[in-house]
């Protein structure tokens, strides 16, 4: 008596019984499962990654990745103008940081006092739907123009990129909680104070969070686009020098280490949003 | 009678405040720069930035291009490097979503690429392309993808698991019910991701634009910088603004017309 | 001539015009008078859309009759307050706050200081039933251990009233049944006045002392006034409550 191995492509919340028997090892079984798939794919863009620079169709534009390995290796060590790997890491942590704390301590208590009261709203909305569309980038001239090649005209950008996520999310996250919920506190007693404190932080929490995820992948492209364009130190910086000095490896390990920070960034927020928020529960993107 | 029409007028304070606040900014931000508060060579005053406005139409120095031009050239990037964005992100994402030899293929190196901002390609991009068109294209197609993979992905994945099954009671197989069910169930997250794509597209173009380019909006506020013509600067910005509204507007409207008959 | 006494809640003439979307007008209530004596359990009775969600607000004091007064003890309502309880269709409790903390929620507000609070939290959890799930937080429970947490955190405010606006309407049949054997213990053990608000007519007969129908359509109209007299605990397949249930049946159909 046969029976079929399903595990074809299942779906989220489709629930399928798998019932497998002792098949003999098989080719198609293989090409079903995930990790094998995973692997193949690995090995084929390592592989053609090697052939592409073996056969020089790129020139020199491209390095192995044993070389890029190397270069990190090397930067861990040794200094490019002055800083280590992790003295550049630091460097652009730090512009994050600083700009994301500042973006965020005027962003978010503006959004939430634009969704309580309509005065507000109808004098800031205005002039922030006018400076919404303008993409961070953008504004980099303008930042340098005003505060030169420094640290702050960085900040600046990141304080720009990020303020409008930031700003955009609270107010949408106060918006959209439910009505009744205020009621609640009303029948209990309490007054427009209480509705605020109690009910508004609280269920915007969850909002106010996603709108720093989101705020936090664009700040590292914000600090990226301002260290590509002068800088002495940064992730971007070492990106640039490989640039300059025409170093295709220098220039892939920096965007390595960029994308292993980015994405390191992203999970810490994630776990911390488990954490603080373990009532939300949302479909997540990928 | 149960239902009736009836006006309801918003308060006139909430319809002025708006418009007062606009008149407001735009008064301080001329008289910061009239009363030198702020010295020209840094900030041009709204004036200055509308003279400008009016010359760049029809003059072409001192970058180069009239102002038509630069936008010309800037959408044109733009579109191309989104719809080709489209052509590929959206086809990866759904077949990624429904077929797994797809997505154990495709995956690993997508999210390999997806941390990576997209301007951090720009010093790869001019090693193989040089500084030109191309180059641009392939930064803008890169930003593009990835709103498209991950949207049609989670839209194929969140088709209904009843719809699945009843297709498969019928005999369908894989081919028939991604062709059939998947993908139009899929559609209001495609055109979502249109929407989102085309954002991005458009921020990583000025952003592509400074670094390698000689004509264009974002190259337009780079020369500004240069020639330290504080309006030229502060026009780009505002057209490259005005500019990604509009495209945004237009998108938004084929979006409805072609989602008009589903809902969700 | 029997001797009238005190109403707990006296609603006069009440009628309630909607303005939906800013252009619609929706007449949810037409002249609707209701009188509740105390620790009476009143049950309102009609199918959906016939406005009775609208005037159990309206008593609870979240929307103002467009015509008719509502008075509590004699004084007229204007606003919501912690003298009427409220229970929600969607239980509408905190995500973010324990068990605990929603039902203590209502004395912290009016600033009872921490051990009364606590204790006054636990009893009312305790009469609901729920004892060993102080710690938990609202997505861990079920359907019916939530509406339990609802009106544990309505009653420890300690109101005049509660108002319970078709609590069970979104649970399954079995949990539904035992919410209301719950309800009617829980209403014997701590007696209130109570208007409950349902569309299920053997719930109404099984609670209720008094059943008010609205007619099925808007505006919502009284329909019918029923005296249910059977005595407690109630059993629904007793002869006398089926043939209430039959009356009230016969009834309503002819409105809709």
């Not at chain 1, 999310?169 to 029948?187: C, F, H, S, T």
């Not at chain 1, 280490?257 to 776990?271: D, E, G, K, R």
């Not at chain 2, 797809?102 to 951090?120: D, H, S």
Request: aromatic share 10%.
């Amino acid at each position: 008596m046969t029976t079929a191995a399903t595990g074809t492509s299942s779906i989220a919340n489709e629930i399928q019984l798998e019932v497998r028997d002792r098949k003999p090892f098989s080719l198609k079984a293989l090409l079903k499962n995930r990790w094998f798939l995973y692997t193949v794919s690995l090995t084929l863009f390592f592989g053609l990654w090697k052939y592409v620079d073996y056969t020089r169709v790129l020139g020199n534009g491209i390095a192995p990745p044993e070389k890029v390995v190397v270069a990190i290796w090397r930067l861990m060590t040794d200094t490019v103008a002055g800083k280590s790997l992790w003295g550049h890491t630091w460097a652009s942590l730090n512009r994050i940081l600083i700009g994301f704390a500042i973006a965020s301590a005027i962003a978010v208590p503006l959004g939430i006092l634009m969704a309580l009261n309509r005065y507000v709203n109808a004098v800031v909305k205005p002039i922030f739907d006018l400076i919404k569309p303008m993409p961070p980038f953008a504004w980099i001239s303008c930042a340098i123009l005003w505060f030169g090649i420094g640290e702050p005209s960085k900040i600046f950008i990141i304080i720009i990129g990020t303020f409008v996520p930031c700003l955009l999310n609270a107010y949408m996250g106060i918006r959209l909680i439910e009505p009744q919920l205020y009621d609640v506190i009303r029948m209990l007693g309490g007054n427009r104070r209480d509705e605020i404190l109690q009910v508004g932080f609280p269920a915007a929490f969850p909002a106010i969070f996603a709108g720093l995820q989101i705020s936090l992948s664009i700040a590292w492209t914000c600090v990226l686009s301002a260290e590509l364009v002068s800088a002495r130190s940064g992730l971007g910086f070492i990106i640039i020098q490989g640039m300059q000095l025409a170093r295709p490896d220098l220039v892939l390990a920096g965007m390595v280490v960029l994308a292993f920070w980015a994405w390191a960034t992203t999970l810490i927020v994630t776990y911390l949003e488990k954490y603080l928020c373990p009532w939300k529960r949302e479909t997540s993107l990928a | 009678m149960a239902y009736e029409q009836v006006k309801v007028e918003t308060p006139l304070i909430l319809r002025v405040l708006p418009v007062a606040s606009l008149l407001c900014f735009f008064a301080v931000w001329q008289g910061v720069v009239d009363f030198g508060i702020v010295p020209n060579s840094m900030l041009a005053s709204p004036t200055q930035v509308a003279a400008l406005f009016w010359e760049k139409l029809f003059v072409a120095e001192p970058d180069g291009a009239t102002l038509l031009v630069h936008a010309y050239i800037s959408i044109i990037e733009a579109l191309t490097g989104f719809l080709l964005a489209l052509a590929v992100g959206i086809p990866l994402g759904l077949l990624m979503g429904w077929f797994v030899l797809a997505e154990g293929l495709a995956r690993p190196i997508f999210e390999m690429i997806r941390p990576i901002p997209p301007v951090a390609w720009i010093p790869l991009t001019i090693f193989w392309y040089g500084i030109g068109i191309p180059g641009k294209v392939f930064i803008i197609w890169l930003s593009g993808i990835v709103p498209c993979v991950i949207n049609s992905y989670v839209g194929v994945r969140m088709t209904s698991p009843t719809l699945i099954q009843m297709a498969r009671t019928y005999g369908a197989t894989d081919w028939d019910i991604f062709k059939k069910i998947c993908i139009p169930s899929a559609l209001p997250m495609v055109f979502g991701a249109m929407t989102i794509a085309q954002a991005y597209c458009w921020t990583t173009l000025v952003g592509a634009e400074y670094l390698a380019a000689d004509q264009g909006l974002g190259y337009l506020i780079t020369m500004g910088r240069r020639l330290a013509l504080p309006p030229m600067v502060l026009l780009g910005m505002i057209c490259v603004g005005l500019t990604g509204v509009a495209i945004g507007v237009v998108i938004e409207r084929i979006e409805k017309k072609l989602l008009a008959g589903i809902r969700r | 001539m029997e001797t009238k006494t005190q109403s707990k809640i006296e609603c006069r003439n009440i009628s309630k015009v909607f303005i939906q979307k800013g252009t619609q007008r929706v007449h949810v209530l037409e002249d609707v008078s209701v009188d509740v004596k105390p620790n009476e359990f009143v049950v309102i009775l009609g199918p959906g859309q016939s406005g009775k969600s609208t005037l159990l607000r309206i008593i609870a004091g979240l929307e103002t009759p467009t015509t008719g007064t509502v008075t509590l003890d004699g004084k007229e309502v204007t606003g919501p307050g912690p003298d009427r309880g409220l229970v929600f269709q969607s239980y509408m409790l905190f995500p973010w706050k324990t068990v605990l903390g929603n039902v203590e929620l209502g004395p912290s507000l009016r600033g009872l200081p921490k051990k009364e609070r606590r204790e006054t939290a636990q009893h009312y959890i305790n009469l609901v039933g729920l004892q060993k799930f102080e710690k938990h937080y609202p997505h861990q429970l079920s359907g019916g251990m939530k509406q339990r947490v609802g009106i544990a955190r309505a009653y420890a405010n300690n109101p005049e009233v509660m108002l319970l606006d078709e609590p069970f309407g979104q649970l399954d049949a079995q949990t539904r049944y035992f919410m209301e054997k719950e309800t009617a213990r829980i209403w014997e053990t701590e007696r209130r006045t109570v208007l409950f608000v349902t569309n299920n007519i053997e719930e109404a007969v099984y609670l209720g002392d008094r059943i008010i129908s609205l007619q099925g359509k808007l505006p919502g109209r009284m329909h019918a006034s029923y005296e249910v007299n059977l005595p407690r605990p109630r059993e629904q397949t007793e002869m006398k409550f089926l043939q209430l249930r039959q009356q009230i049946t016969d009834a309503s159909e002819l409105v809709l």
